[in-house]
């Protein structure tokens, strides 16, 4: 007995050892992406020169920025759009009659910081989701932060409620993926499928509904070791209570400028799931910027 | 009188040469950009607007010029059309630009009462057939940086904005597949319905947006 117990320990030291490796040997190579970038570039807008005839004359052609994969990703067919317009607008009443009341009291009662706390304690908890998404998608890199950024939380964060590792861009330069399964399916090639709105959870396809599903009941520590599903199912209802208290007014002022909020909302989501499948594809180091403006710029007198 | 010649033509060669740097580097998509955005930094910054609620009108106004100043909402308009846009009369155009600018501007004049002195930085610039640009640029919160793309196209040699993206979600295309949903091309009969239902929600739409800013200004003035 003792000794599988001190095999599997060495093995997750050594597989730890193995992701805390990694951003070091992807920094020490870091001087070549930008000339790499810089190729790819090129050679993108090399292609598109190359075939004119491609969007010859046509002023509505949207393939002039090589964002035919992105819509093609953010492609999903909507056979249930009765029944999606319906939960729709379930959704938005409970948004306004429940969900917001009931954050708004949370927000009142608690603090910016300990809300601050209840996130960053749910982000850490949530790592096997993470991992297992950047793994099944070979972002070993990615893995290795994620891994090294639960570490430090776990043990100097007090068990998570700190956020020592701080935010990607102030540490060093990683990205930090905020992967799922969805994503996952989404990078292996797997298409979205039908669009359909999850009751109370809102906009998803069958691929990410999927996703979800694995997320959720074999991913997420809080349904391992036999708790209660009434305590798992509390605990994520509180986690989006308070994720919700960081991020109330983005629904209002999404449906405040569109006249058809259904058709809005749909293509909101599909792209912006569409940008996060195709992260992985992206470099996250960024360029320089060439110039920045200049916000304490006093007016000039004329 | 060869030399002198000579010399002559160098200078206006070179004369020419710099003038065409000069003309280029002012007529950067980066640039213009910048000087747009800088000057509604200025506006919102002006310390005559700052902390003056019932100055907040005027403010807008001058924010609302200086936006005109560098987007091309008409293009805007074309695109988050689409194809059915051909078929749009002149009249049913400038109509339409009109209505769908009041209500861009009614959505998002009053979010940028949030500016608090964000810096922006301009990444990249990409000119793709002489004609269409896309500028790279970043918000910086401080905690979290927004990529936000600007898509430029060239018109009567000025570059103007016609689409912005963040996070995947191009504006133009937003609202082309709300528009899509409500433009019925099949028949010409169901097309001139489409159309009128289309002008009556926009309508609608606008009629909503300017009751609730003007109720969320009043409050603001007690």
Not at chain 1, 18 to 40: D, H, K, W
């Amino acid at each position: 007995m003792t000794r599988t117990y001190s095999t599997s320990l060495l093995a997750f030291i050594v597989l730890t050892f193995i992701l805390l490796t990694f951003p070091s040997q992807v920094r020490s190579e870091e001087t070549t992406e930008p000339i790499l970038v810089a190729q790819v570039g090129s050679g993108i807008i090399g292609a598109v020169k190359n075939n004119p005839e491609e969007y010859a004359g046509d002023e509505f052609s949207e393939d002039l920025w090589g964002d035919s994969e992105h819509n093609e990703q953010a492609e999903s067919s909507d056979p249930w759009q009765g029944y999606n317009r319906a939960m729709f607008d379930f959704n938005d009443f409970m948004y306004f009659n429940v969900m917001k009341p009931a954050t708004k009291g949370y927000m009142w009662a608690v603090p910016l910081r300990p809300r601050t706390w209840a996130n960053n304690f749910f982000q850490n908890m949530l790592y096997p989701v993470r991992l297992t998404g950047c793994l099944l998608q070979g972002k070993f890199f990615t893995a290795g932060a994620e891994t090294s950024k639960f570490i430090a939380n776990s043990f100097f964060g007090l068990g998570g409620l700190g956020n020592v590792a701080g935010e990607a861009q102030s540490t060093m330069p990683l990205y930090i993926g905020d992967e799922d399964m969805g994503q996952t399916f989404g990078v292996w090639g797997i298409p979205n499928g039908p669009y359909v709105v999850l009751p109370l959870l809102g906009p998803s396809t069958v691929r990410d509904a999927v996703g979800f599903g694995i997320d959720t009941f074999a991913l997420n520590p809080f349904w391992w070791f036999g708790i209660p599903w009434y305590y798992s199912l509390s605990a994520g209802a509180y986690n989006q209570i308070n994720k919700l208290s960081f991020h109330i007014g983005e629904y209002e002022s999404l449906k405040e400028g569109a006249i058809d909020p259904y058709l809005g909302l749909r293509d909101v989501y599909l792209n912006y799931r569409a940008k996060q499948v195709r992260d992985s594809r992206n470099n996250p180091d960024r360029p320089k910027p060439q110039m920045t403006t200049n916000p304490d710029a006093t007016p000039q007198k004329k | 009188m060869k030399r002198i010649l000579s010399i002559f033509t160098i200078v206006i060669i070179l004369c020419a040469t710099y003038g065409v740097c000069y003309a280029d580097s002012e007529n950067s998509p980066m640039v213009r950009l910048r000087a747009g955005i800088q000057g509604v930094i200025e506006i919102l910054n002006n310390p005559e607007y700052k902390g003056h609620p019932e100055k907040n009108a005027e403010k807008a106004d001058k924010v609302r010029e200086t936006i005109k100043n560098f987007f091309n909402f008409e293009e805007l308009s074309k695109r988050a059309v689409g194809r059915p846009w051909l078929k749009f009369t002149p009249e049913e155009r400038t109509h339409f630009v009109d209505l769908f600018t009041q209500l861009l501007e009614q959505t998002y004049l009053g979010r940028i009462e949030d500016y608090s002195g964000e810096k922006v930085a301009f990444d990249k610039e990409t000119i793709v057939k002489g004609k269409y640009a896309q500028v790279d640029t970043r918000l910086l919160t401080g905690d979290k940086d927004i990529p936000v793309f600007y898509r430029l196209k060239l018109v009567d040699g000025e570059w103007d904005v016609y689409d912005v993206k963040i996070e995947g979600i191009s504006l133009v295309r937003n609202y082309k597949t709300q528009f899509a949903g409500i433009i019925d091309t099949s028949t010409d009969a169901a097309f001139a319905a489409s159309k009128k239902e289309l002008f009556a929600r926009l309508d609608r739409k606008c009629k909503e947006l300017d009751k609730t800013n003007n109720a969320t200004a009043s409050q603001q003035k007690q």
